[in-house]
C-alpha cells in the first residue's frame, strides 16, 4: 500500500460561519419538544379557534392546516396536509395552509419540533405527529358536537368536516362547533388511533398542489421580491479564492455613481455596495476597486485535487464500513479480476432563485425574509450576527425558488446581510446574490474517486467485491461531531451494511468497502441524493462491468446477488418489467439498468439510449420504480423522479464545478450548462409501495439516472464509463 | 428616464438608459413575477412579450425600448389567470419551485400565438428555459394541452402507474 499523502491547505472557510453557529444552535435544541398539547397562551380566539399546534378551524368551516418543514418545489406542503386531512375527515376543498415562523415555533417551545426540510424528512419524519394531530382535532370537534347534543360520541360520523347523529338525523359542521371544540381539553395520546392507508380518501391520491395558483400568474413572493418601505439594496463580492481574505476596497471611487450609498465590509472576505436599487448595486459593485489576499490556497487546481484525492485510493488511512470474508486476498487468488478507477466531480446547486436574503436590524429587533430549508438555523444566525437574543429575533420564511440541500446547512445569506443591515440601523437591506457570485461560492457536493475489484468464480458469479471510496467529507465541513472515532461512514451512504436507510443491496460472500478522507479547501455540503449519487455511479457502473467479466445479462447477474434483499430486487424488477427488459429495440438503441438505495427508499431505473456514429448521446426513454413505503400523492412523486431526471442528466452529460488558482472557473449556465426540454427524455413512474415502512421521495432515485445512462452507453459502445460529466467522453 | 407601455398602461420611469429591462419592472414598476436567474440571457426566467415576441430583458438595455413597444409581462398575460397556457399549467401541475415558470409561461404563450399546434421539435427548439426542478416533461403536455390536442391526457396518465 501506497501512504503518501499530499498536502492540502485547511479549509478556511470552515471558521467563517460554523464553529459559532453551535452556540445558538444549541440554545434553540434544547426546547422542549411537544408536538401538540394544550397552549393556552396561545389558544386562539373566537374567530380562529385552535384545536391544537396543526389545525386551526375557522367559523367559515376553514381549515387551516400549520406547516413548518419547507416548500421549494417538493410537494411537500401538500402532501403533509394530506396527511393532516385525512385523519381530520375536512373537507379538501377547504384547506388552507398557514406557515409558521421559526420564532413562532420558539415561542411554543417548539411545538411544530423540527423546521429543517432536508434528508428527504419532510414527510417520513413528520407524518406520524402531524397525522396524530389531525386525529386529536377530529375527536376534539366530535366530541363538541357529542357534548351539544347530548349523545355518545361513538353514535356521530363524520366525513368532509359535516357531523352527523344518525340516530336523531341532526348534522352540524367543523366550523360551527370549533370554538366549543377549542375549550375541551385534548385527547389521550393512546387513545389516537391512525387510519391505515387501506382507509385513506384524501392521502394515497394524485390530489392538486395546494401552492400552484400563484405560481401561474407572477403574484407569488419569493424571498428576492421582498419589497419593503425604505430598503435599500446590496451587491456583494467574497474573496473569489476560497480562504482568501478583503484587504481593502476604494469606496471613493463609486461614491459618487448613480443611487449608491456607499460600499461597505461585510465581513473578513466580503464586500458589499448598498444602493437605492440593486442595479445600482450591482454596477457600481462592478466599478469598485478592490484588493483581496488570496490566501494558502490560490495556486489549487482540479489536477491538484484529482491528485490528493487519488492518494486516497491506495493509503492505508482509510476505514472499513462492510467488511465480510476476505475480500482483498479472495481477489489476488482469483483467476478472473476486474480492477477499475471511477471519479465525480463537485457540483453547486444551481437553484434558479439566487441566493439572497433581506434584513432589518434595530437596536432590539433583527428580522430576515429568506428563503431557507432550515429556519431554526437561520434565526440562530441572526440572532448571534446580530448580538440580540433569540427571542427578539424573527425569521419570516419565504417557498423558495428552489433548495437542493444548498439552503440548508450554512445560511451564508443570512450572516452577510445581517451584517450588511447592522451598518444601516432600522433600513431593511436585501442583499441578491449575482449568479456568478452564487456560482462562486457555494457548498458544493463533494468530489470523489473510488478504487473498485472484483473476482468472478467459476460459476460466473461475484465472489469477491472491494470498493475505496477516496474523496471529500461533507461531515469534515459542516458538521464534525457527526465523525465517530475518525471514521466518516456518511461518505459510504447506499453502500452501508446497516440495513433500513441506505444498505447496498448485494451479498457478495468477500466484501469489504473503505473510505478515505481526502478534503480540500472547497466548501461542499449535501446536494440533492448527496452521496447516493456518486456511489450509485460507482457501485452500479462497475457491477455491469462484472456482469460483462462474468458474460452475464446485467440484470441476471444483479438478481443473483440479491437474494437476501428483497425490497431492492423489487423496485429492480419492477423497472425491468416496466420498461422491457430483454425485448427488442429499435436499432441502435441499448439499455442500461442500476438500482440503489437511499433516504430509506430502494430505487431503480432503465435508461434507453442510442449514440450516433459522431459520438452523440441520446436518453430516449427512462423507466424509474421506486418503493418508498407509502404513497402519500402519486402525482407528487411522479414530479419527482422526472426532476430527478432532468437533475441527473444535467450532471451526468455537462456538470462539473473545477478549480483554477483555488477558485470555481464555471461562473454561468453559459459554462455551468442545465438540461433543456429537448434532452428531457420520456419518463415513466413505476411506485411500488410495501407500505411498511415511510420512505423519502425527493431525492432517493436521482442517485440511479447516471448510472443507469452510463450503462446503456457501456452496452451500446462496449466501453466502460467511469468519470463523470459525459461532455469530456470520446465516443468516436 | 423612460416612457415605457406596460401591460397596456403607460409608466414614465427615472432610470438610466443602460438599465436592463429586467430591472425597471422590477425595481421601478414594481412587476416582481419576472424574475432574475443569470443575467445574461441563458435561463429564460426574464421572458416577456415586446409586441408579441417573447424577449429575455435581463440583457435588454431599457434605452433600446420604444414608447411604442407593447410590453406584456407575467401579471399581464390575462385576467384571473385564464390564458389557456395557464390553464394547461394548472390542470397538469406543471410547477414544482415556480421560480421559472412566468419565463416558460410567456415562452409557451409566445409559441402558441405563432405556431397554434406547435410539434414536440417546435417546442425543443422555442422552450429553451431553464427549469432546475426539471418539469419538462409536464411543460411539453401542458403546450399540447393548451392547444387542445389529445396527446396532453395520455401523456400524463403515462406518467405515474401504480404496478
Known amino acids: ?732 | 428616464m423612460a416612457r415605457l407601455n406596460i401591460n397596456g398602461r403607460t409608466h414614465d420611469v427615472q432610470v438610466e438608459a443602460d438599465t436592463p429591462l429586467l430591472w425597471v419592472l422590477r425595481e421601478q414598476v414594481g412587476l416582481t413575477g419576472t424574475k432574475y436567474g443569470c443575467g445574461v440571457a441563458q435561463c429564460g426566467a426574464c421572458s416577456v412579450h415586446i409586441n408579441g415576441e417573447v424577449q429575455r430583458t435581463c440583457v435588454l438595455p431599457v434605452g433600446d425600448v420604444k414608447p411604442t413597444d407593447r410590453i406584456v409581462t407575467i401579471e399581464g398575460l390575462s385576467p384571473n389567470s385564464s390564458h389557456p397556457v395557464q390553464k394547461a399549467w394548472a390542470a397538469l401541475d406543471v410547477p414544482q419551485c415556480g421560480y421559472c415558470q412566468s419565463g416558460q409561461i410567456m415562452a409557451a404563450a409566445a409559441l402558441l400565438r405563432k405556431n397554434p399546434k406547435p410539434s414536440d421539435k417546435d417546442i425543443d427548439e422555442a422552450m429553451t428555459n431553464l427549469c432546475r426542478c426539471g418539469t419538462y416533461q409536464r411543460i411539453r403536455a401542458a403546450v399540447h394541452l393548451a392547444v387542445g390536442t389529445s396527446m396532453a391526457g395520455s401523456t400524463l396518465a403515462d406518467q405515474s402507474s401504480q404496478a
Not at chain 1, 363 to 389: I, M, Y
Not at chain 1, 673 to 699: C, H, I, N, Q, S
Request: aromatic share 6%; hydrophobic share 40%; glycine share 8%.
Open chain 1, 1 to 732: 500500500m501506497n501512504n503518501t499523502t499530499t498536502k492540502m491547505p485547511a479549509n478556511p472557510s470552515r471558521r467563517r460561519f460554523i464553529i459559532s453557529t453551535a452556540a445558538a444552535g444549541g440554545g434553540l435544541a434544547l426546547g422542549l419538544r411537544i408536538p401538540f398539547g394544550a397552549d393556552a397562551a396561545a389558544a386562539a380566539a373566537a374567530a380562529n379557534p385552535e384545536m391544537n399546534a396543526w389545525v386551526v378551524i375557522k367559523p367559515d368551516d376553514t381549515v387551516v392546516i400549520r406547516f413548518v418543514r419547507a416548500e421549494m418545489g417538493q410537494g411537500t406542503m401538500t402532501g403533509l396536509a394530506q396527511l393532516v386531512a385525512e385523519e381530520l375527515e375536512c373537507d379538501w376543498k377547504k384547506v388552507a395552509i398557514e406557515t409558521m415562523t421559526a420564532g413562532q415555533n420558539l415561542a411554543r417551545k417548539r411545538v411544530w419540533g423540527d423546521m429543517s426540510t432536508g434528508g428527504s424528512r419532510g414527510v417520513r419524519g413528520s407524518q406520524d405527529y402531524v397525522r396524530r394531530g389531525g386525529a386529536a382535532a377530529r375527536m376534539l370537534l366530535l366530541q363538541a358536537a357529542a357534548n351539544e347534543w347530548n349523545v355518545p360520541v361513538g353514535e356521530l360520523k363524520v366525513a368532509d368536516s359535516v357531523i352527523t347523529h344518525p340516530g336523531s338525523n341532526r348534522s352540524t359542521t367543523y366550523g360551527k362547533v370549533a370554538a366549543a371544540a377549542a375549550q375541551l381539553p385534548p385527547p389521550d395520546q393512546k387513545a389516537i388511533r391512525l387510519k391505515g392507508p387501506k382507509d385513506w380518501k384524501i392521502a394515497g391520491k394524485p390530489v392538486k398542489r395546494l401552492d400552484t395558483a400563484d405560481k401561474l400568474n407572477g403574484a407569488k413572493v419569493y424571498a428576492i421580491d421582498t419589497k419593503l418601505p425604505g430598503m435599500l439594496n446590496a451587491a456583494l463580492m467574497q474573496c473569489p479564492v476560497f480562504g482568501g481574505k478583503l484587504v481593502s476596497f476604494d469606496g471613493e471611487k463609486i461614491a459618487k455613481m448613480p443611487g449608491v450609498r456607499r460600499a461597505v465590509k461585510v465581513d473578513d472576505v466580503t464586500v458589499a455596495v448598498v444602493a437605492d436599487t440593486w442595479w445600482h448595486a450591482k454596477k457600481a459593485l462592478d466599478a469598485l476597486p478592490i484588493v483581496w489576499d488570496e490566501g494558502p490556497s490560490a495556486k489549487v487546481t482540479s489536477a491538484s485535487i484529482a491528485e490528493h484525492l487519488k492518494s486516497g485510493l491506495t493509503s492505508n488511512d482509510a476505514f472499513a464500513d462492510t467488511d465480510v470474508g476476505d475480500a482483498l486476498k479472495a481477489i489476488a487468488a482469483a483467476p478472473k479480476k476486474i480492477e477499475a478507477v471511477y471519479s465525480t466531480p463537485f457540483l453547486s446547486h444551481a437553484t434558479m432563485e439566487p441566493m439572497n436574503c433581506t434584513a432589518r436590524i434595530t437596536d432590539d429587533r433583527g428580522e430576515v425574509w429568506v428563503a431557507t430549508q432550515n429556519a431554526e438555523r437561520a434565526l440562530a444566525a441572526l440572532s448571534e450576527t446580530s448580538g440580540l437574543p433569540l427571542d427578539k429575533c424573527e425569521v419570516y420564511r419565504m417557498d423558495l425558488g428552489g433548495g437542493f440541500g444548498r439552503r440548508i446547512t450554512v445560511p451564508d445569506y443570512v450572516y452577510m446581510t445581517v451584517n450588511i443591515a447592522k451598518q444601516f440601523p432600522g433600513v431593511p437591506v436585501k442583499a441578491i446574490w449575482t449568479r456568478e457570485e452564487d456560482q462562486a461560492h457555494g457548498f458544493y457536493r463533494p468530489i470523489s474517486q473510488a478504487r473498485m475489484a472484483a473476482s468472478i468464480d467459476e460459476s460466473g458469479n461475484l465472489s469477491a467485491l472491494y470498493i475505496r471510496v477516496s474523496g471529500q467529507s461533507i461531515n469534515a465541513f459542516a458538521n464534525p461531531a457527526a465523525i465517530k472515532d475518525g471514521k466518516d461512514v456518511r461518505q459510504l451512504q447506499g453502500l452501508w451494511k446497516e440495513p433500513g436507510d441506505a444498505q447496498i443491496g448485494y451479498t457478495v460472500p468477500n466484501m469489504r468497502i473503505e473510505y478515505a478522507m481526502r478534503n480540500t479547501h472547497v466548501p461542499v455540503g449535501p446536494w440533492r441524493g448527496v452521496n447516493t449519487n456518486q456511489n450509485g455511479v460507482y457501485l452500479e457502473c462497475f457491477m455491469d462491468e462484472c456482469a460483462r467479466a462474468a458474460g452475464k445479462d446485467p440484470l441476471e447477474f444483479r438478481r443473483a446477488l440479491m437474494k437476501n434483499h428483497p425490497k431492492h430486487l423489487g423496485v429492480l424488477n419492477a423497472a425491468a418489467e416496466k420498461a422491457g427488459w430483454g425485448k427488442p429495440l429499435p436499432p441502435g438503441v441499448h439499455r442500461g439498468i442500476a438500482q440503489f438505495m437511499g433516504y430509506a427508499s430502494y430505487s431503480a431505473a432503465v435508461a434507453e439510449v442510442s449514440v450516433s456514429p459522431k459520438g452523440e448521446v441520446k436518453v430516449h426513454r427512462m423507466v424509474l420504480a421506486t418503493n418508498c413505503g407509502h404513497v402519500v400523492n402519486p402525482g407528487q412523486i411522479a414530479a419527482q423522479v422526472e426532476g430527478s431526471v432532468a437533475m441527473g442528466l444535467s450532471a451526468t452529460f455537462y456538470n462539473e464545478i473545477t478549480i483554477d488558482k483555488g477558485r470555481v472557473v464555471e461562473t454561468n449556465f453559459h459554462n455551468y450548462p442545465l438540461l433543456r426540454l429537448a434532452e428531457m427524455p420520456k419518463v415513466e413512474t413505476v411506485t411500488v409501495p410495501t407500505y411498511d415502512f415511510w420512505g423519502g421521495v425527493g431525492e432517493p432515485t436521482i442517485c440511479v439516472v447516471a448510472p443507469a445512462v452510463m450503462n446503456a452507453i457501456y452496452a451500446a459502445t462496449g466501453k466502460p464509463v467511469r468519470s463523470l460529466p459525459l461532455k469530456h467522453l470520446n465516443l468516436v
